[in-house]
């Protein structure tokens, strides 16, 4: 049984940061892809950051020089440090998974089958 469990969110002023942590129960980071999304009100999922079961990392544009994604093999936690944080990166924040593919890496959120429930973050101006 898959299980994804989000933490580290919270409120924070512009230019500030937090780390969000997704412990995952039931995948293994060397054989499941995994992906930080994001969803605020009103708006489609979109995807923040990658990192394939290879160690490949892909991010979408608005968190390239500010959020870095990371993972703990040992510990199968997956992070997403994020910095200099706008009140436009307030939303909920998704941890999601799925098998690997040799090569291939996605931050569409259909690609994903497994969830946590999310993490929320606030960034105020």
């Known amino acids: 049984q898959v299980q994804l469990v989000e933490s580290g969110g919270g409120s924070v002023q512009s230019g500030g940061s937090l780390r969000l942590s997704c412990v995952a129960s039931?995948?293994?980071?060397?054989?499941?892809?995994m992906a930080w999304f994001r969803q605020a009100p009103g708006k489609e999922r979109e995807g923040v950051s990658s990192?394939?079961?290879?160690?490949?990392?892909i991010s979408s544009e608005f968190a390239e020089g500010r959020f870095t994604v990371s993972r703990d093999i040992v510990k199968n936690t997956l992070y997403l440090q994020m910095n200099s944080l706008k009140p436009e990166d307030t939303a909920m924040y998704y941890c999601?998974?799925?098998?690997?593919?040799?090569?291939?890496?996605?931050?569409?959120?259909?690609?994903?089958?497994?969830w946590g429930q999310g993490t929320q973050v606030t960034v105020s101006s």
């Open positions: 990192i394939n079961s290879a160690g490949t990392i």
């Open positions: 039931g995948v293994s980071f060397r054989t499941y892809d």
């Open positions: 999601a998974a799925r098998s690997g593919v040799i090569g291939t890496w996605s931050l569409r959120p259909s690609s994903y089958i497994y």
